[in-house]
């Protein structure tokens, strides 16, 4: 079986199994066709993320953000290097086996929650055992709602929930399939300072109580405070990183990367992590 084969470990890969994620000498390019100049967007990055940990990742916009979460959630390939994830080189993967892979062992919560409006909740949960041509547990389905403090809600649509609830969906959906990474692109962007919080917590159990792995962009020092670590990007490298840190010195470590920009500090009520 394809499936099973795309998730099995290389020679390579093996080394990289003390972490969840490891990209090595990664460099991606875009617009490289001649009618417009290149844009380097990720240079040479080399980083490795931890087993059971939460990085934020944060940059001025256009710092490789974004392509850097692509690349090592397996939704871009890069030009240059190495991306391993749970302990897979996923370079030699073909697309289907690449998608494949994500579905098994990889969660994704995005800024849109991408629910399908005439599905319930329950529905739009199993929908990616589904779309793997398998039948979704009512009592897996059931559960993973329970998690995000959604029991009760599995017959409602999308049109009957509030953002921050059918974020906490799309979280379900992301964990039906026991994801070992789950990697986020501003989960937070679109919602209110109280369910902001409700994710942030969610993200936070994630890690300290299931033992996964989330990697987190977002542009929201706040949001960022409850990470273990905090990566800085700029002109696609890692320029800095912080462990531990509250919102404001983070406000002021991307301030740094900003200087044309005025920053009046975080006012975002998602902060306000106990350490």
């Known amino acids: ?21 490891a990209l090595e000498g990664v460099g991606k390019t875009y617009n490289t066709t001649g009618a ?31 392509t850097l979460l692509q690349c090592a959630a397996g939704l871009d390939r ?41 599905l319930t909740a329950a529905q739009n949960v199993g929908l990616p055992l589904r779309l793997a041509g398998r039948r979704p547990d ?7 709602l329970e998690q995000v403090g959604l029991a009760g809600r599995e017959g409602h649509l999308p049109s009957q929930m509030s953002g921050g609830q059918q974020q906490r969906v799309a979280i379900a959906r992301a ?3 026991k994801p070992q ?20 917590e969610l993200l936070r159990t994630l890690v300290d109580v299931r033992g996964r792995t989330v990697v987190m962009v977002t542009h929201d ?21 912080l462990h531990g840190a509250g919102a404001q010195l983070i406000a002021e470590r991307m301030a740094g990367l900003e ?16 350490r």
Do not use: Y
Not at 1 to 11: F, T
Not at 260 to 270: E, F, N, S, V
């Open 175 to 177: 964990l039906i399939a």
């Open 36 to 66: 417009s100049p290149a844009v380097r967007a990720l240079d040479d990055v080399s980083v490795t993320f931890g087993r059971a940990t939460f990085t934020a990742v944060m940059g001025p916009s256009g710092s490789g953000k974004s």
């Open 138 to 144: 009512r009592r897996a389905v059931r559960e993973a």
């Open 78 to 118: 890069p030009d240059a290097g190495r991306v391993h994830v749970d302990g897979v080189d996923l370079g030699p993967l073909s697309e289907r086996q690449l998608t494949e892979f994500r579905r098994e062992r990889i969660g994704f919560v995005f800024q849109a929650f991408n629910l399908l409006g005439s």
């Open 221 to 241: 020092p706040g949001a960022a405070s409850w990470a273990d670590r905090v990566l800085f990007l700029a002109d696609g490298r890692v320029r800095d990183e």
């Open 181 to 200: 990474v789950v990697f986020a692109d501003e989960p937070t962007g679109a919602l209110d300072s109280v369910s902001g919080r409700t994710v942030l």
């Open 259 to 274: 200087p044309a920009r005025a920053h009046a500090g975080p006012h975002d009520h998602t902060s306000g992590r106990h």
């Open 1 to 21: 079986m394809s499936g099973e084969h795309a998730v099995a470990p290389s020679n390579h890969a093996v080394a990289q199994q003390g972490h969840a994620i």
